[in-house]
């Protein structure tokens, strides 16, 4: 689950990087009212599509997207992203995945980025998660804030969450509780 | 451990329900459908607790939901079934000091395994340390404890049992002496009050060595040990003395042992048969029925002139 929402940081991340190959100039903002640290590129209702291999991997909405040439900086507002992974990957078991933060905060190039103010995940396949605020730092999303998740079999609460982007690791960190469905005869 | 196992209270089947969990980490791997929990882990369902340092939790396709998807569901489902439902863990499996609770017995070893359709648990240990049960400070251990979750009944693999509360007695003013039984098979019946041990079964009381493949232990309501019943051969030892037969009872009240069928008593180079050879343990006195025999006088020459 994390992954995907890491996912969704490098579409957004994506969206900002090809945004930011246009003039840095926005033409609703006059240059002389710019404030020392205005964005080199400020977008409004912003809907967008990441395309790997001729097939769209993911698509998205923001309300506004700012993006900052220095450091590659980007900050998105009420971001949403539908991640459609790959069949055979970890993440396939999931189904498509939707992606909601009321905040994203990243550097581009540096590919990282923080989520924050509720972050929200929902699966296909069932699978639901939400916290604060959560981090990526190069294939690596964590969080040390509480986690609420749940899905087919399992719900948890969780302090803390690590995972890598491609799915490989997906684990809620610093003390767990939770149910899982069990069998009976 | 057998008494006080079989003398509790009727178990109940495990209810329905998810398990509850507590761990440091929880992993999730969907495409092994699986969950793995490390550090300090808890499982609960029921009056059942399990502690571990690791657990995997194995899904399988629950049928309950599966039979849902073909047919509407005739109630509406509770928040969490619904939210939980679709799969199921089928088995889980505990590893490092394991630990399982329930009612006022406890257990503990190197892994558990619980198979939730067949409602077992199954305990393993090392040759040094291997799987206990222990219910107050009477314990049962083995080399492999089947633990039956709907009815409590112990299937256990080289039982190592020391029959304690067929100690104690009333009316014998001798201390107890324990019971101690070796076998490669000991089933315990919780419902029967009954304790079945099978293939090789040893007894030891004192000097006294009992070998026979079969020995059923019989128990009254209050865990006491009323009646051993071994069948299928029986060789007694006790010091020079030998006695055989098809059957033998201990009545662990009178602390006798009634060998029959084609019964005989080996004592220094007698031999006697009868109907019936009643060995009191304690006294070491012996009564034969219809008693026919082969005296050696020579070999008491010695007797009852207090040498």
Do not use: W
Not at chain 2, 93 to 118: K, L
Not at chain 2, 140 to 169: C, F
């Amino acid at each position: 689950m994390g992954s995907q929402i890491a996912s969704a940081f490098s579409g957004v991340i994506a969206l900002a990087l090809v945004a930011g190959c246009g003039k840095p100039e926005s033409p609703t903002i006059s240059p002389i009212s710019l404030p020392e640290d205005a964005p080199d590129l400020s977008l409004k209702g912003v809907a967008f599509a990441r395309l790997a291999e001729g097939r769209v991997v993911a698509r998205g909405t923001a309300d506004r997207l700012d993006y900052r040439r220095s450091g590659g900086r980007l900050e998105a507002t009420y971001g949403a992203a539908t991640l459609y992974p790959q069949p055979g990957t970890n993440l396939a078991s999931f189904g498509a995945t939707r992606v909601v933060a009321a905040r994203v905060e990243g550097e581009v190039p540096a590919r990282r980025g923080t989520a924050s103010s509720g972050v929200r995940l929902d699966a296909l396949r069932g699978d639901t998660a939400r916290t604060e605020q959560v981090h990526l730092d190069g294939d690596v999303l964590r969080t040390d804030k509480r986690v609420a998740a749940r899905g087919p079999g399992y719900q948890v609460d969780g302090n803390g969450l690590f995972a890598r982007t491609d799915g490989s690791v997906i684990q809620f960190t610093g003390g767990v509780v939770g149910k899982l469905q069990a069998g009976t005869r | 451990m057998v008494p006080l196992l079989l003398a509790a209270a009727a178990a109940a089947a495990m209810p329905e329900g998810p398990l509850d969990f507590k761990a440091k980490d929880m992993r999730i791997e969907p495409q092994q459908r699986r969950v793995l929990l490390d550090g300090d882990v808890q499982l609960a369902r029921g009056d059942l607790r399990v502690f571990g340092q690791h657990a995997v939790a194995e899904y399988g396709d629950d049928p309950q939901a599966q039979a849902a998807t073909k047919k509407p569901p005739k109630r509406k489902r509770t928040r969490q079934e619904a939210t939980l439902a679709g799969q199921s863990v089928q088995r889980f499996t505990v590893e490092g000091n394991v630990h399982v609770q329930r009612g006022t017995r406890t257990a503990d070893g190197d892994r558990g395994v619980v198979d939730m359709p067949a409602q077992t648990m199954v305990l393993t240990g090392t040759p040094a340390v291997p799987p206990v049960v222990r219910d107050g400070s009477e314990t049962l251990s083995g080399e492999r404890i089947l633990i039956r979750l709907d009815s409590e009944d112990l299937d256990v693999v080289r039982p190592k049992v020391v029959l304690k509360r067929s100690m104690a007695e009333e009316g014998h003013a001798k201390p107890a002496v324990p019971v101690r039984v070796e076998a490669d098979r000991l089933v315990l019946l919780h419902a029967r009050k009954l304790a079945r041990f099978t293939e090789d079964v040893v007894i030891h009381r004192g000097d006294a060595v009992v070998r026979s493949p079969r020995m059923d232990a019989r128990y009254d309501a209050e865990g006491q040990l009323t009646l051993l019943e071994l069948r299928g051969g029986v060789d007694v030892r006790q010091g020079e003395r030998r006695a055989t037969g098809q059957t033998a009872d201990y009545d662990a009240k009178a602390r006798t042992l009634v060998l029959q069928g084609d019964p005989k008593l080996y004592d220094q180079g007698d031999v006697l048969t009868g109907d019936r050879i009643d060995l009191a343990l304690d006294s070491k006195e012996v009564r034969v029925e219809k008693a026919k025999g082969r005296l050696r006088p020579e070999a008491h020459k010695g007797e009852g002139s207090g040498q």
